[in-house]
């Protein structure tokens, strides 16, 4: 094109001249050491002191039966006028189960108090539910008595 103006699109001129380099840097000075000088060592630990002699260990447990060591823990039972107490309570049968729920519970709550049994929330639902048993039974009774005080003959 004629017009005097490079073309834009042309790709750039090469300039074939070899590349130089400025003169190099002064060298880095000497670096410093990477760590700091190390403190002088601790002194040696003193001998541990002599073992003390204990006293002779007892004899171990006599072994169980089929090589099994006895255990030291006793399995606590489970009260089983806790369990009859609770049953009883859940059987009703007109008031008489309440009754017999009742009067289990209660010896039932004296033994776990004492520790030698467990059971002791079991004895206690025995007993609250056999009151609540023996109220219910006594509904009709209190009614029938009511009834016949009111009721002139």
Do not use: K, N
Not at 68 to 81: F, R, W
Not at 110 to 115: D, F, L, Q, V, Y
């Amino acid at each position: 094109m004629g017009t005097g103006q490079p073309d834009p699109f042309a790709p750039p001129a090469h300039d074939r001249s070899p590349i130089t380099y400025g003169t190099p840097p002064v060298p880095y000075a000497a670096q410093p050491a990477p760590y700091a000088p190390q403190p002088p060592a601790y002194p040696a630990q003193p001998a541990p002191y002599p073992p003390v002699p204990y006293a002779a260990q007892p004899a171990p447990y006599p072994m169980g039966p089929y090589g099994y060591a006895p255990s030291a823990y006793v399995p606590v039972e489970t009260s089983g006028l806790a369990i009859g107490s609770l049953v009883a309570s859940l059987l009703w049968v007109c008031g008489l189960g309440s009754l017999v729920a009742v009067v289990l519970g209660c010896i039932a709550l004296g033994e776990t108090r004492a520790g030698r049994r467990r059971g002791r929330g079991m004895a206690i639902a025995g007993i609250i539910i056999g009151v609540l048993g023996l109220a219910v039974a006594a509904i009709p009774f209190a009614i029938g008595i009511y009834d016949s005080a009111t009721q002139p003959y």
